[in-house]
């Protein structure tokens, strides 16, 4: 089988869907793998590692027309999905709630596309867990993003010349992102509080030292994956309420809260972030998703007049690529090995495998996955 890695198209992308170690895994299996050269380039792998384990390095991107198998980080476009070859694999981001498009450019070119967001939140699938990989360092690095920006130190310090008091952070939303930014604001010393709409990570919240915001929003749903579902307009306004107070009074704001397949809600207003002091950060990690907070710019960072600042940021784990990648890679090496069967040394599809049918999206020419199958419907 042959498989060719993909550099990324995005230039704001710094990660690699192949590590030396699991280009080491997948060799193993049996794939034989080109890539282009400088595929690690970005994130702390040189070429000369990947050659030592067997790759083979090209100066173009020529092999992935006839490869069985193609590895990818960010979204292909059209014109490279054009390219690939009829009855191929496509394992990557595909983005496919706002990316119709481009699954129906995958099934027009008769490829079979594994879209890594789609797999699903299971113990089984744990390891192959892209959102949850990524996430955690997104959490982790919006606490040093934060931390960076602020005119103010994290922890207490008790010094001759006078108490230094602890910074306080407001996690919202405590899903992968929001527990890794609390643990991170934790251990750099400053006083944490965090909310979430649901209830079962009140528990969670206060494992890690933290203190649960109380806010009484009525009944909150979430869906058999654990994905909260969306509050009514009624439900926004008692929860902006019960957050303005925690917002004025904390220095670092960090807002982790989406809603799967949708746009983020507008958590924090124009008005709350007025009461805010100056000096103030909010880190958005929904930015992408539209933004928690009232005007985040995807990748800008705002200075509002009465001196808060907006860092909307949609790929934070891009900052620590080493470790995205590693983390990244092997959760596409894991999913390889589970579908890898030993006897023909090729990747068996196994329609009635729940992950596969979690996250195959187009297979045979069509758009096999029932929730985009529907939505298509509906149009
Ligand atoms: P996410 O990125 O979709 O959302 C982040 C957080 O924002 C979630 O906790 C969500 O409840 C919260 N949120 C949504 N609307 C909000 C609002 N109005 N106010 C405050 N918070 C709001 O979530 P995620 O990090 O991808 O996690 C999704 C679920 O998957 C969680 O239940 C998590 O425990 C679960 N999970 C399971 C596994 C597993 O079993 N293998 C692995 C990872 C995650």
Redesign the pocket.
């Known amino acids: 089988m042959e498989g060719f890695v993909a550099k990324a198209n995005d230039p704001r992308e710094s990660r690699t869907a192949l590590t030396p170690d699991s280009a080491e895994k997948l060799i193993g299996l049996g794939i034989n793998l080109s890539a282009e050269e400088g595929l690690g380039e970005k994130s702390g792998y040189p070429d000369r590692l990947y050659a030592e384990k067997g790759v083979n390095l090209r100066p173009d991107d020529a092999a992935l027309t006839s490869a069985d198998l193609i590895l990818g980080l960010d979204i292909p476009d059209a014109q490279t999905v054009a390219r690939f070859k009829p009855g191929s694999l496509f394992v990557g981001f595909l983005d496919p709630f706002f990316r119709t498009d481009l699954l129906h450019a995958l099934a027009r070119a008769g490829v079979s596309a594994i879209s890594m967001e789609m797999i699903p ?3 089984l ?2 390891k192959m ?1 892209v ?2 990989s990524q ?1 955690n360092l997104a959490g982790y690095q919006a606490v040093i993003t934060g931390a960076n920006r602020l005119n103010k130190a994290l922890p207490m310090m008790m010094t001759p010349a006078g108490t230094i008091s602890p910074c306080r952070v407001f996690v ?8 890794q930014a609390i643990a991170t604001a934790k251990r750099l010393g400053a006083r944490v509080e965090a ?4 209830p ?2 009140e528990e969670q919240v206060k494992s890690l030292g933290a203190k649960f915001v109380k806010i009484d929003l009525g009944e909150t749903t ?1 869906t058999d ?4 579902e ?2 009514t307009a009624e ?2 306004a008692l ?1 902006r309420r019960g957050m303005a107070k925690v917002c004025a009074n904390s220095d670092l704001v960090i807002t ?5 397949g949708r746009k ?2 507008t ?1 924090v207003t124009r008005e709350m972030i007025s009461g805010m002091k100056p000096g103030s950060v909010i880190v958005d990690l ?1 930015a992408a998703n539209g933004g ?1 907070v009232e005007g985040t710019l995807p990748d800008r960072e705002v200075v509002l007049e009465n001196g808060v600042i907006i860092v909307g940021h949609g790929l934070l784990e891009a900052e620590v690529p080493f470790h995205a990648s590693q983390v990244y890679a092997s959760n596409i090496a894991n999913l390889l090995e589970h579908f890898w069967d030993e006897e023909s040394k090729s990747l068996h599809l196994d329609m009635e495998d729940v992950i596969l049918q979690g996250c195959l999206l187009t297979h045979g020419g069509q758009i096999i996955h029932p929730t985009f199958k529907e939505r298509l419907a509906q149009r």
């Open positions: 939140r299971t113990t699938a744990q867990d959102l949850s996430m919202i939303g405590v899903g992968v992102a929001g527990l909310f979430d709409t649901r079962v990570v979430q994956q654990g994905y909260a969306e509050l439900q926004i929860q982790t809260a989406k809603l799967f983020a809600p958590l929904a928690n």
